[in-house]
């Protein structure tokens, strides 16, 4: 069974500081990655997907990179500001059911003034 | 307009009470999917559909039923509702290996 677990549960940082997220995933036989953001009480908005013959994809600010021999996928924001404030979601699509996603319990990040 | 809507968006209901949530995309995807989010849970599948013929029980489909009426509407229902239903309910639809997509979420209360 296919675990994903996110660490730090919640983050803190000053506007303007790179950070990085973690993802680690059991079962490295999986289809792709994605990683999302939730603002409180609010829907998922999808950031990135990688798929699994891919290292790394890249939109805007943010960085996510691959590595299914390790089981990681890390996120990067680049210049964080407060708008970024929210709670990132990776989820894994395992090779054997399709679509369906595992997902991690998220990172809450606030990105300080 | 949102690709993947979702109604209500809010419901208090009472314990016992038969109670549906509606989704409905336009997207053109054939996979629906319904997941419940509970602090400190996650999310999890309930239920997921590949085409209107096919429908499959998810992680804690118990409680639950859907119904997928058309490729773009898939409604689930909780038959006999109890208190520890009350969660935050996600639609969700992808085309094949591809990125899901989210609806804005139902809040239910089961009271």
């Known amino acids: 069974k296919q675990e994903v677990t996110q660490i730090p549960a919640a983050l803190s940082v000053p506007e303007g500081e790179n950070l990085v997220l973690n993802c680690s995933f059991t079962?490295?036989?999986?289809?792709?990655l994605q990683w999302f953001r939730q603002d409180p009480g609010k829907g998922l908005t999808s950031l990135l997907l990688?798929?699994?013959?891919?290292r790394e994809q890249t939109s805007g600010r943010l960085n996510a990179s691959l590595d299914k021999s390790s089981g990681r996928s890390t996120l990067y924001i680049a210049a964080s500001q407060p708008g970024d404030s929210a709670t990132y979601l990776c989820?894994?699509?395992?090779?054997?059911?399709?679509?369906?996603?595992?997902f991690g319990e998220g990172t809450q990040l606030t990105v300080n003034p | 307009d949102a690709d993947v809507t979702q109604t209500p968006r809010n419901r208090i209901t009472k314990t016992g009470k038969r109670i549906m949530l509606e989704c409905s995309q336009t997207?053109?995807?054939?996979?629906m999917y319904w997941y419940r989010q509970d602090p400190g849970l996650g999310l999890r599948l309930i239920y997921y559909?590949?085409?209107?013929?096919?429908?499959n029980k998810g992680e804690i489909s118990d409680g639950y039923s859907v119904s997928r009426q058309a490729q773009a509407k898939f409604s689930l229902s909780l038959e006999s509702a109890i208190p520890n239903q009350t969660a935050l309910y996600f639609c969700?639809?992808?085309?094949?290996?591809?990125?899901?997509?989210f609806g804005p979420g139902t809040r239910l209360t089961v009271t």
């Open positions: 079962d490295s036989a999986i289809y792709n």
């Open positions: 989820a894994a699509h395992r090779e054997t059911s399709g679509s369906r996603l595992t």
């Open positions: 969700a639809t992808s085309d094949l290996g591809h990125e899901q997509y």
């Open positions: 559909s590949f085409d209107v013929k096919d429908i």
């Open positions: 990688i798929q699994s013959s891919q």
């Open positions: 997207k053109g995807h054939d996979r």
